[in-house]
C-alpha cells in the first residue's frame, strides 16, 4: 500500500467543514487545531510506510491556521471523499482505529449525514473548494 502527506487544501477544507458543522459551539482555534491533529496523524501514517523518511517530514508544521478557516457549503458526498481520501493516507499504522483523528473523522460524517449530496464528488478535496491564499485564474 502506498501512502502520501495530504497537501494543505486537504486540512483547510476538513477545518473549514468542522467549523460550519459547528457553528456556535467550536471556534475557529477549535477548528484549526483539529485540522493540525488530522495532519500529525497523517504523518505518522506515512513515517510508519517510509520511516527512512523522518528528517524530510515536520509534524509540528501548522499546516493550518485560523485565516485559513472559510466558509464552505456543505454537501455530505464530498465531505465523505474528502474524508476517505485522508483516512486513506491516514490509516498505516496500528493505532489508527483507536486515534483522536479517526474519532474525529467519524464525528463529521456522523454530523455531515444530514446534509445533502451533490450528486458527485472527486476523490480528495472538492474542485470547487478555494483556501485563502489562492486564485482562480481564468485563461
Known amino acids: 500500500m502506498s501512502c502520501y502527506i495530504c497537501d494543505q487544501k486537504m486540512f483547510s477544507y476538513l477545518s473549514s467543514v468542522i467549523f460550519e458543522l459547528g457553528k456556535g459551539n467550536i471556534t475557529r482555534a477549535d ?3 483539529m485540522g493540525r491533529v488530522l495532519y ?14 523522518k528528517n ?10 485560523e485565516n485559513d478557516v472559510v466558509s464552505v457549503e456543505l454537501y455530505y ?14 490509516c498505516e499504522h496500528s493505532d ?17 449525514r444530514e446534509y ?3 450528486g458527485y464528488a472527486s476523490w480528495g478535496v472538492p474542485d470547487s473548494f478555494i483556501p485563502n ?6 485563461i
Do not use: H, T
Not at 458526498?77 to 491516514?90: P, T, W
Not at 491564499?133 to 481564468?138: I, K, R, T
Open 31 to 33: 477548528a484549526v487545531n
Open 40 to 53: 500529525r496523524e497523517n504523518c505518522r501514517s506515512y513515517l510508519n510506510e517510509y520511516p527512512n523518511d
Open 56 to 65: 524530510s517530514v515536520n509534524m509540528d508544521f501548522p499546516i493550518v491556521d
Open 77 to 90: 458526498d464530498e465531505i465523505f471523499s474528502a474524508i476517505e481520501c485522508l483516512e486513506y493516507q491516514s
Open 96 to 112: 489508527w482505529g483507536k486515534s483522536f483523528s479517526k474519532k474525529i473523522l467519524d464525528s463529521i460524517l456522523n454530523s455531515a
Open 116 to 118: 445533502p449530496k451533490r
Open 133 to 138: 491564499g489562492c486564485c482562480v485564474v481564468d
